[in-house]
């Protein structure tokens, strides 16, 4: 029984990205005239990772040369197993927003915008993604409860997060975890009104009760202007920090320094501003085209800049583009999609100049041996 535990130790379950004998996942392993007899307690009835599961535990144990034959069976975990396994994944810890902790280097970036339709969502999906590719543990949350549209773009429309009684496990692709108000409805067509109070909460408890795992950065796409779910951000995790997404246009551009205001209010600090469907070149004569006019994004950060007393840097210019828009509508974002698109090469860039910059370490407590 020993050689087929230690086989299926190196079975890592899917989502919770733990061992599934440290899970107490395994509840027979025995070896019998060539046979392995194994079953496994499953989390929930329906796991949506059973299939990814079998695959792994017939891999792990056909490395075992007594084996001829494996017979797999699954169960489900009762109330106390599934407990222990909220325990494990917790490590102990009260339920509580990990990324508020003084202790926490996972960097928390809200995306905002001053107003809806400059393309707030689509750049944070592709920033996301992009940062992901470069190795990093990437999160995102759909702060947007009024106007959530992260999942279309992610392609994870329709499905639901597993949940381990008052734990979930967001949803995850193109290697980035994410929660939305979406996943939580009965119908996604169902429209979301909540008042002030109310949506502090449900921002509370997304943070609160999804597992999110070691992350380094974890994107908020915040509501659009300034309203009760930005000031919740400062509130909840006040080390969190800011990106203002404008367009070209001057007026977008007075509308979202009101976005950065709020967060200078809140001690928030502005990472920067993103310009949005900036000129692009002429598809036949190359020539270059301001859709939009120009100076919006420079604008914006002069404006900040000057309120906050010091360079709020504009992050770069994403070009207007017509596959970062069929992306973000068919599940397929443009930096996986067309990553010699112009809008994905601006994209990738601004991703590798943010992760270039680690959060200080001021005051954070710094566990040494003495």
């Keep these: 029984m020993s050689q087929l535990l230690d086989a299926l130790s190196k079975v890592i379950d899917p989502e919770l990205r733990r061992s599934i004998t440290e899970l ?28 990814t599961l079998t695959n792994d535990i017939h891999k792990a144990l056909s490395d075992i040369k ?36 003084p202790d926490s280097l996972t960097r928390v970036i809200g995306v905002s915008s001053g107003k809806g339709g400059v393309g707030k969502s689509s750049l944070t999906t592709n920033l996301a993604i992009a940062v992901a590719k470069q190795g990093y543990n990437v999160g995102i949350l759909d702060a947007d409860v009024y106007g959530h549209s992260i999942p279309r773009q992610l392609g994870l429309i ?7 009684d ?9 290697g980035v975890k994410c929660v939305s108000m979406e996943m939580f409805k009965p119908d996604r067509a169902e429209a979301v009104a909540y008042r002030g109070p109310i949506l502090h ?4 408890q997304l943070l609160t009760d999804a597992f999110w795992g070691d992350l380094d950065f974890l994107f908020l796409d915040l509501p659009p202007g300034t309203g009760d779910l930005a000031i919740s951000l400062g509130q909840l995790i006040p080390a969190s ?26 001690k928030q600090q502005i990472v920067g501003v993103i310009e949005n469907m900036s000129a692009f070149p002429c598809p036949k004569c190359g020539e270059k085209i ?6 919006g994004g420079e604008a914006t950060a002069a404006r900040l800049s000057q309120l906050v007393g010091a360079n709020v840097p504009v992050l770069g210019h994403i070009p207007f583009s017509p596959s970062l828009r069929n992306g973000g509508d068919e599940g397929a974002p443009v930096v996986i999609s067309a990553e010699s698109d112009p809008a994905a ?11 270039q910059r680690k959060r200080s370490l001021v005051g954070v407590p710094l566990k040494l041996n003495t």
């Design 24 to 51: 107490g996942m395994v509840e027979k392993a025995e070896l019998n005239n060539g046979r392995a007899d194994v079953k496994v307690l499953l989390t929930i009835a329906g796991c949506p990772m059973r299939e």
């Design 66 to 101: 007594e084996i001829k034959e494996i017979a797999l069976e699954y169960g489900v975990m009762n109330e106390a197993q599934r407990e222990k396994v909220r325990d494990i994944v917790r490590g102990g810890k009260a339920k509580e927003i990990p990324f508020a902790r």
């Design 158 to 164: 329709g499905q639901r997060p597993t949940a381990i």
């Design 166 to 174: 008052d734990m979930f496990i967001p949803l995850e692709n193109y």
């Design 201 to 204: 909460k449900v921002l509370s």
């Design 241 to 266: 920090e800011l990106i203002v997404v404008t367009t070209p246009q001057v007026a977008a551009a007075e509308v979202a320094e009101r976005s950065g205001r709020i967060a200078h209010q809140l």
């Design 290 to 295: 301001e859709l939009f006019g120009n100076g």
């Design 345 to 355: 090469k601006a994209i990738n860039e601004i991703a590798v100049n943010l992760t």
